[in-house]
Every structure is written in C-alpha cells, then in structure tokens.
C-alpha cells in the first residue's frame, strides 16, 4: 500500500541505469504507473544530477511496485526503470497560534506615511498589463468585452446584497448613537485620534500641530460619532458613465456617504437619489465609449433644506445621529451591542462583495473616494504634492478599510482603570472603534479580532516593563 500527505514531500528516485545523463529532466505524470495518484506535470519540478532525481510535490499517493517514468535529456527521450523512496518534514509555522486555533499578538496595523503615495492595492505589473491588452484590442478594432456591471448594467444577484447592506448600515448607525450615550468616547483636538475610555489615556505618539509643546500628548475632548464611523463621502451621479464631473461644477452634485452611494448603484431605489437603469449595455473600443445610450437631462440636485423627506433619509447619515436617538435602558444595552457587532461584520461583508463587481475609486493621497468607473477632476487634493498635480486626485482601485474604514484605538481592558502609559505602549492591542465600544457594551466579538487586542499578554508594572525581554 502506498501513504498520502498534506505536508511538503522530498521525493527522490533513484534509477536502475548509471548512464543518466546529467541536465534538467522533465517528469510527466500522465505517463506514471497510476496516472490519478499523481500531481500534474505543472507541481512537479526536478534536475537530474548522476542518477538519482529530487523534485519537489503537493500530496501524492504512492504504489508499492516500481514505475516507470520518462526522462528528456538533450532532447532525447529514455524510459528508465526505477525504484523510489520518499521523505518528508514539516515546515516550521512563522505564525504562533494557540489551544483555541486563532493566530495570537497580530501585529498592529501600519501607520501610513503622509509623504509618500499609497501602495496599489492591484501590482502595477497587472495594471500595466490589462491595459497593454486593451490597447492592443483597440488597434485591432476590437471591442472591449464588458460584462455587468461594466457595461452599465445592473448584477441581479447582487441587489438583495446592496438592500441588506443599506439596511445593516441604518442599524449600525443606530447601534452606535444609542451606545455613545453608555460608553464615554474622546478624541484629539490635534489629530485623529480616538479613545474609548473614562480618561484619555498617556500614550505620547500625537502628531499634530504644535505637538512639540505638548510632549506629544494629546489633547482630549469629548468625541462624537463621525470619530467612531468616520464619514467618507462621494458625489452622486445620476449616470456614472454620463459626463465627467469637473471642479467647476461641483456643487451641482450632492455629497452622500460612499456606502450609500454604492448601493444606489448596486439597484437600490431611493426616491430623492435617481439612478439611471439601462437596458442596453454600453460599448468601449480600448478606453474610449462608443455607444453609451446617449446623454439624458439629469435630475436637479436634492437638498435637505427644500423638502419635507428629510427624515426618511436622516438615518441613512450620522449626521445628528446622536440627537435622533435617546439613551436606552441599562437592561438592554447588551442586546444593542450585539446587534451593532452584527451590523458592522454585516456592513463589511456587502462592502466588500459589491466591491468586487463595481469599481470604486480612490485618491491615493488622501481620504477622497468617488464609486464610479473612473474619478472625477475636482481639483480638492491638498496633500503630498497637490501642486505638482494642480489639485487633482490620483485615482487608484479602492479598498474595503478605503470605502469603510475600521478606525483602530487602543484596547482598554479596564476603561475605569489607571489610563494607558506610554513605557507600556508595546503591551497594549488595537480594536475597531465599533468593536471596542461593542466590547465595553457587554457584547461578544468574533475571534478574529482577538488576536490583535493581544489579550494573552499580561501587562507588567512600570518598574517590571524594563525587565522584559
């Protein structure tokens, strides 16, 4: 009887003839004794040094008799004769794990710098390459095959996503409102750092102006919820393959958040937003359109101020969330926490699955999102470099922390203990602001957010941190 394995297996075989040339070899496994036990040609991979042949495989089952494989040195084709033997070890693991099967004391997320560019989320290598494709099609007088939605088209099975999704993103509005009333959260004046806790904590690593003065303290007021869920606006475009928008007409368009915005696009209908639904698919040769289904006159933009539906989209912002919800009973806070945990993995699950079909753009320099085939020209960049690109954006491929961002503070184990200290920085762990407020709440969160709070550490004492490898 032969063995199987899932771990990495050394094989060696050991020809019955000493006239093997040495060169590379190729091993097929079509043309082994039993074809199905075997990986394709594409795993396997060897050189052939004297007589004896190492190559490297997945899982492979192997039969007890001897087989028969095929040798390709300097063009020629020799059948061999051979026995076999087979090795293996296990790969040590770089990442610890414990009892419970989770990775344990995840590093914490990098801090971006201002003054440099954000990496691409797609390599600039396949970027470059899809478009070398297009621009080959395009002179050949081919169209570019588009499928929904890139031809403009709506994804039936995606609708229901993009109505749970809205409707998880109300709930998660409220779940916060109702819970900033229970759980005490400050902010910097300084920067954009959050705290969930009855005092601001110790930690020196603020990077605001004039934080020199400050020994790089910060400097805490009482927060509100835009520093929990931080507000990422785009414009809303009646026709996202309709005319561009340009700086000098910015204000014809209104600014809603770019999780509702995505939605609408996705085929949620909300009366005061419009979309235009097609049904005809457009038509690009390379990057130029041929056929869009012509311009339509656009709806005048909707404004709060001059309609009475206000309220019904007042729950679609955090806009005057926390005055539209009351506190609620000490009773019940539990069960909100819970439903606002189950919201926010609710929000990021549609996110990042309407993301993968419809394209989402954002700066690469700053917090600018727009959904949409392609960005607009607002002239709205002021970061690294603004003058160079005279206010424009760089548009790159978004990501889900881009679209939704997971706002990471401090984990408080105690929030009414000792504030955290700055000599204990590396003992403390990261949550989401939504997770750790839920936290603080009485809620429980799922397991992969664990590792990052680092909650397997015990924190020492000031004078016992110096003595810690």
């Not at 004769?81 to 009892?99: I, T």
């Not at 419009?274 to 869009?292: C, E, N, Q, V, W």
């Not at 002021?382 to 790159?396: L, N, S, T, V």
Request: hydrophobic fraction near 35%; charge should be positive; aromatic fraction near 10%.
């Amino acid at each position: 009887m032969g063995f199987i394995s899932q771990r990495p297996l050394l094989y060696s075989f050991i020809s019955s003839r000493h006239a093997m040339d040495s060169g590379a070899v190729l091993l097929k496994a079509a043309k082994l004794a039993n074809p199905s036990s075997f990986p394709t040609a594409d795993c396997i991979s060897g050189v052939c040094s004297g007589s004896a042949v190492s190559f490297w495989g997945p899982t492979v089952a192997f039969p007890t008799k001897a087989l028969s494989f095929k040798v390709h040195p300097r063009r020629r084709t020799t059948i061999f004769r051979a026995v076999y033997c087979a090795s293996y070890y296990e790969k040590p693991s770089s990442k610890g794990r414990n009892q419970d099967g989770y990775l344990q004391n995840v590093d914490l997320p990098p801090v971006l710098p201002k003054q440099k560019k954000k990496p691409f989320p797609i390599p600039f290598r396949k970027i470059q390459q899809a478009a070398k494709e297009d621009r080959k099609m395009a002179q050949m007088g081919m169209e570019k095959p588009l499928e929904p939605p890139k031809n403009g088209l709506l994804v039936p099975e995606l609708v229901p996503v993009a109505y749970e999704l809205l409707d998880a993103w109300k709930a998660l509005i409220k779940g916060v409102a109702q819970l900033l009333h229970v759980i005490p959260v400050y902010g910097c004046s300084e920067c954009s750092e959050v705290h969930l806790a009855h005092a601001g904590h110790q930690i020196k690593n603020c990077l605001g102006p004039m934080n020199a003065t400050r020994r790089s303290l910060h400097s805490w007021v009482r927060g509100s919820i835009n520093d929990i869920l931080i507000p990422i606006e785009s414009y809303h475009l009646y026709d996202p393959f309709g005319r561009r928008i340009k700086h000098e007409t910015r204000f014809d368009y209104d600014r809603i958040p770019a999780i509702v915005e995505l939605c609408i696009q996705a085929g949620v209908e909300i009366p005061e937003y419009p979309s235009r639904r097609r049904t005809k698919p457009i038509r690009m040769l390379g990057r130029k359109l041929l056929d869009r289904g012509g311009f339509i006159e656009e709806p005048m933009p909707w404004r709060s101020g001059n309609t009475s539906s206000s309220s019904a989209l007042s729950d679609l912002d955090t806009y005057g969330a926390f005055e539209r919800y009351t506190q609620p009973d000490l009773h019940d806070i539990p069960r909100i926490a819970q439903e606002t945990v189950e919201a926010y993995e609710k929000v990021r699950w549609g996110v990042r699955k309407l993301m993968k079909k419809y394209t989402v753009k954002a700066c690469g320099y700053c917090s600018e999102v727009h959904v949409g085939p392609w960005g607009h020209n607002a002239k709205l960049c002021g970061e690294f470099k603004h003058q160079w690109r005279d206010g424009k954006h760089g548009w790159q491929d978004a990501t889900v922390d881009e679209v939704f961002p997971p706002n990471h503070v401090w984990h408080v184990r105690d929030p009414k203990g000792a504030p955290l200290k700055s000599g204990l920085k590396r003992f403390y762990g990261k949550a989401p602001a939504v997770i750790e407020m839920c936290l603080q709440a009485g809620a429980e969160i799922p397991d992969k957010y664990k590792p990052m709070m680092r909650l397997d550490i015990i924190i020492p004492e000031d004078d016992e941190a110096t003595l810690v490898a």
